[in-house]
């Protein structure tokens, strides 16, 4: 999911960068790092208090894999956030 498509969700209630604060200072329990840019990319390359790789580190623990540009497929790893769907939902992910 983007920072966009959580905007959305919320009524564009916050705008992108506003999501992307709020998952910032989120509690731990709160999967962050399942959220991405409209790219497909990590952005919290760019937080000076965020380790270096972080971000991709999680995904890719959890199977999400990247291009060489270090973009994951939107499409594939797409969550609708329909009623009861969690990206967790037991599929096993391996990439495209």
Same mark, same amino acid.
């Given at each position: 999911m983007t920072y966009g498509q959580v905007s959305a969700r919320l009524g564009h209630l916050l705008s %992108?960068?506003?999501v992307g604060w709020a998952l910032h200072v989120?509690? =731990?329990d709160? %999967?962050?790092h399942r959220v991405v840019n409209a790219q497909g990319r990590c952005s919290t390359e760019r937080l000076p208090?965020?380790?270096p790789g972080l971000q991709r580190r999680l995904l890719e623990a959890e199977g999400v894999v990247f291009d060489p540009q270090g973009r994951l497929d939107l499409a /594939? /790893? =797409?969550w609708d956030g329909g009623?009861? =769907?969690s990206f967790d939902d037991g599929?096993?992910?391996q990439g495209p």
């Open positions: %992108p960068a506003a989120c509690p =731990a709160v %999967p962050w208090d965020f380790p /594939y /790893y =797409a009623a009861g =769907a599929k096993e992910r």
